[in-house]
Structures are given as structure tokens and as C-alpha cells.
Nanobody, 122 residues
Framework: QVQLVESGGGLVQAGGSLRLSCTAS????????MGWFRQAPGKEREFVAA????????HYADSVKGRFTISRDNAKNTVYLQMNSLKPEDTAVYFC???????????????WGQGTQVTVSS
């Protein structure tokens, strides 16, 4: 069983930056692909970014390409999401997830964190 804990959310002005962290325990971290998803009020959960266990492969949603960067430190059991040039439409609860393969689909990730709120003011 893998436990995931996110941190780093907060309130930031449009154009600003935040870095989210997600630390895992209870499993062999490098064996898991890691994903970030987000859910805004009244909207469906959506894919943001994902990285393979080896960090060789990354994927991004079109809406965040060029602004967000996913990375991982397997020695620290931690995955990061660096978010730059933030926009009000990035406001959401951000979740990290762990699964066997890199996927855009949340259903392919059996393990989830509790989420961290990101609010971008205009």
C-alpha cells in the first residue's frame, strides 16, 4: 500500500509560481509512475502531468505545456510539479497519484493523495 502526501499549495497572484511536492511511503517509489491531476469546483478531475518511474518519460496536458514541469527524486521518494506563469484557471485542488504505468487516465492510478489547494488570483 502506497501513501501519498502533497504539499506546497497556496494562494498566488496570476503570473506567479508555486512548486507542489508529493512524498510517497509504503512502496518502492521508483517502480511507480506518478501523475498530477486537478479538480476545480464544479468540474471533472483532469490530467495535468505524469512521469515514468525512471523519469525518462513525461507527459503534459496541453493547457499546462510550457508552464508546468513535472520531476521526481527517487532518492527522496518525492515527485514535484513546478508551476510557472500561473493563471486564474489553474485554480483547483491538485492531487498526486501513483500507478504502474504512465497514463492520462486517473483510473490507471490506484493510489492517491489527499490533495492540496492552489488558488490563483487575478
Amino acid at each position: 500500500q502506497v501513501q501519498l502526501v502533497e504539499s506546497g499549495g497556496g494562494l498566488v497572484q496570476a503570473g506567479g509560481s508555486l512548486r507542489l511536492s508529493c512524498t510517497a511511503s509504503g512502496g518502492t517509489f521508483r517502480n511507480y509512475a506518478m501523475g498530477w491531476f486537478r479538480q476545480a469546483p464544479g468540474k471533472e478531475r483532469e490530467f495535468v502531468a505524469a512521469v515514468s518511474g525512471s523519469a525518462i518519460t513525461t507527459h503534459y496536458a496541453d493547457s499546462v505545456k510550457g508552464r508546468f514541469t513535472i520531476s521526481r527524486d527517487n532518492a527522496k521518494n518525492t515527485v514535484y510539479l513546478q508551476m510557472n506563469s500561473l493563471k486564474p484557471e489553474d485554480t483547483a485542488v491538485y492531487f498526486c497519484a501513483a500507478g504502474p504505468i504512465v497514463s492520462y487516465s486517473g483510473s490507471r492510478y490506484p493510489y492517491w493523495g489527499q490533495g492540496t489547494q492552489v488558488t490563483v488570483s487575478s
